[in-house]
């Protein structure tokens, strides 16, 4: 017959007792080295043995008794990190009250300017890990609320905007640049992405002013701490001093002049053949723009180049549209087959083009992904390196010519039903002008006023 719980209660007293002799010898050795309190792993166990023996009769006390135990790991774990981020006190630097002003922001941006590179890292690294735990909890509540067969995009990992990410030293030059720019707040809040009154207009999310705005200048600029900056590059590469706030005028001159949201009837005849569309969304929440150039050839100019900025204007907005105004950034997937030179406009529009989505598109390209390269595309790309920034060329990946391994890069981006036909997808959408844009919004005329009232761009 087995031994009932409390004959064997000498037994377990007496190892009990041992692990305490342990743990205090181990204890005494520790702080004659000066090692402080400290357990080994296998003291622990042990220790775990030395409580009464009434705790082990009920499985639930036992149960209640590691969830205890492990919360303390885990409060001393947190108690850990805290002291490792911040010598005086709270985590994030800030002061304890709850007065945010100018002087409590200086104290919290010198306290992290003393703190090394691994206690910055080790910030970032708890930082991560807790915004992750919050993530899964999210998606394991949604999903349990979430119905069969509905055909959202879903990804494992938390959509961050660029704010998330800015250092507390970032997040003084940007509050430092906006106070450069309140005075065009109020024109600014009324030119957003994709514009008003269009069928793909998405309201309050694509807002285009707003701080992930500034975010996405200041990181090209590099969050200059003097407010001084080479950017636009082609404006201000000569004496490189420009204000950090000069970009966003020029941008805003830029939308009130060329209002890249306006259609024209000849836009929608240059689109006829589909070269170039925006369509879905990626799992990080961009955009995606499926562009073919060797499909067509140039029309007009000014409507070709039109066009592009307007649907890069467009996928911006979308991505704000599905990511709750964080991300709006876009994945451009340029097909080279049957691409030669003839078929773009000429070099220079082309280099007016590139200087448009250079100054007032600033890190909204997430990636440019080449199929099918050519001779002639690989002769345009060293042409176009010319006038393309370092950052942009980190960005333009060729793929190699395998309709496998194509459709695997795809497919890790995108779900399979955003994924065209012609790629071993199952999205079999055929462009239709009509249907895509609607009706025109514009005269050529009118579109063509920016030649006049902003030369740099004409």
Partial sequence: ????????????????????????SC????????????????????????LPQNYGADRSKLFYRKVFL???????????????????GLSDGRSPSNDHSAANDEDAFDTNTILGNKKKQRWRRARSLLKGIRTKLRLT?????????????????????????LTRNELEVLHRTKDLVKDLEAEAKGLSWGGYGNKYSCGVNCAWWGDELLASYLIIMKFPEDLKTFFPFTLCK????????????????FRQKFQPWLVTRG????????????????????????????????IHEHSYKRLLVHILDRAVAESLSVSNGKVGKFYTFLD???????????????????????????????????????????????????????????????????TEKRYELLSRLMDPKQIPVRYGGQDDFVFNPSDYFGEPTASEDEVLAYKTTMPYHA
């Fill in 1 to 24: 017959m087995a031994p009932r719980p409390h004959d064997i209660a000498a037994p377990q007293q007496t190892k009990a007792s041992a692990a305490i002799a342990e743990e205090t």
């Fill in 238 to 253: 000569a004496n490189a001093d420009c204000p950090t706030d000069f970009a966003l005028r020029h941008t805003l001159e």
């Fill in 141 to 165: 509540k949604r999903n349990k609320k979430s119905s069969v067969g509905v055909t959202t995009t879903t990804t494992t990992k938390e959509v961050l905007g660029r704010m998330d990410k």
């Fill in 27 to 50: 204890q005494a050795s520790n702080n004659a080295n000066g090692n402080g309190h400290h357990c080994s792993p296998t003291l622990i166990s042990k220790c775990f043995q030395a």
């Fill in 267 to 298: 836009m929608m005849t240059e689109s006829e053949d589909g070269f170039l569309y925006a369509r879905g969304t990626t799992h990080s929440r961009s955009s995606i723009v499926w562009y073919q150039p060797g499909l067509h050839d140039t």
């Fill in 70 to 88: 492990f919360s303390l790991a885990l409060i001393a774990v947190a108690a850990y990190v805290q002291a490792q981020m911040s010598p005086g």
């Fill in 336 to 402: 080279c087959k049957d691409f030669t030179l003839k078929k773009l406009p000429k070099f220079e529009e082309v280099k007016k083009l590139f200087r448009i989505l250079q100054d007032h598109f600033p890190d909204r390209l997430s990636a440019m992904y080449l199929f099918n390269l050519s001779t002639p595309a690989q002769i345009f790309l060293k042409m176009a390196g010319v006038v393309l920034s370092e950052d942009v060329k980190q960005k333009i990946i060729a793929v190699p010519n395998d």
